[in-house]
């Protein structure tokens, strides 16, 4: 589904990746977690198209639908009209969209239960309100791999919840593809058959997340001590930071 070979991507001038190489089968979920700045967006916008690599090889399968991590729209549509423009590729030239369309649309709307925001202006939403309405748009694409830039960013705990759940039925009940950017490394734990770490623009590890996410490369990852917690009884583990501040700065004055 996705087959990127020695990618080297610039960005202003400036070399972001070099050389990066990754492999996704259809039916997997990748998270991809690093640092501000090391390049997570630019490896996404690389594989939507919207950057074009300076050298390698991609290749990507199936209809992509691409969730971006802020979004303004530029007239003043409804949430209902937002999530419709996913319908977009599969209308004509010029046609307007159908019964289906609308319905298609309404049920990803209800699935991330904002039915009652359709008739507001999307520009007036929250970001986290936003955020669930260009989900919606994506899902309405009916795309095979789907991408997300920190798609849970703006969300509060139960509408994470909420996403990871879809995302995951997505992958199970459809065999859709995802790839999603964030910063929250519990994300990757609960829904991610594979990760990729970016350390830097030319130094990352990919592999399934089983092997690859662990405390050991977290903690280089964000080069702050990160730690494992293991919830008996539940089955579940977290991992979180071992925050090294001092409240120094709290002292003075
Ligand atoms: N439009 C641009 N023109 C030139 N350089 C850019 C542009 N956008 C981003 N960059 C640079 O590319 C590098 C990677 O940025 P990118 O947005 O991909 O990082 P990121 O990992 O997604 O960061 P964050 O976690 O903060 O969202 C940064 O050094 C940034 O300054």
């Known amino acids: 589904m996705i087959e990127a070979s020695n990618l080297t991507v610039e960005r202003g001038g400036r070399t972001i990746l070099q050389d990066y190489s990754i492999t996704l089968d259809r039916g997997r979920t990748l998270a991809v977690l690093g640092a501000n700045g090391v390049g997570k967006t630019t490896l996404i916008s ?38 419709l423009m996913g319908r977009a590729r599969h ?7 159908g019964r289906r369309d609308y319905e298609i649309t309404r049920h990803y709307l209800g699935l991330l239960g904002i039915h009652h925001l359709e008739p507001q202006a999307f520009n007036s939403l929250s ?18 791999l789907l991408v997300l830039d920190e798609p849970c960013a703006a969300l509060d705990y139960k509408n994470q919840d909420k996403v990871l759940g879809l995302l995951e039925h997505l992958r199970q009940a459809h065999g859709m593809t995802i790839v999603f950017s ?5 994300h990757a734990v609960e829904i991610a058959s594979d990760v990729l770490l970016m350390t830097s623009g030319s130094s990352y590890i990919c592999g399934p997340a089983a092997n690859a996410l662990s ?22 583990h977290t991992y979180a930071p071992l925050f090294r501040h001092d409240g120094a700065h709290h002292d003075a004055g």
């Not at 964030?182 to 519990?186: F, V």
């Open 127 to 144: 970001g986290g309100q936003r955020q669930l309405v260009m989900i919606a748009q994506a899902l309405a694409s009916e795309c095979e």
């Open 215 to 236: 405390a050991e490369n977290l903690t280089v990852l964000y080069d702050l001590p990160i730690a494992r917690a293991d919830f008996a009884g539940v089955g579940k």
């Open 46 to 83: 690389t594989l939507i198209g919207v950057l074009k690599p300076r050298s390698g090889r991609l290749r990507i399968g199936g209809q992509v639908g691409f969730v971006p991590q802020l979004f303004e729209a530029p007239f003043s549509y409804s949430a209902l009209d937002i999530a």
């Open 91 to 97: 209308l004509g030239l010029f046609g307007a969209p």
């Open 182 to 186: 964030t910063h929250m490394p519990q």
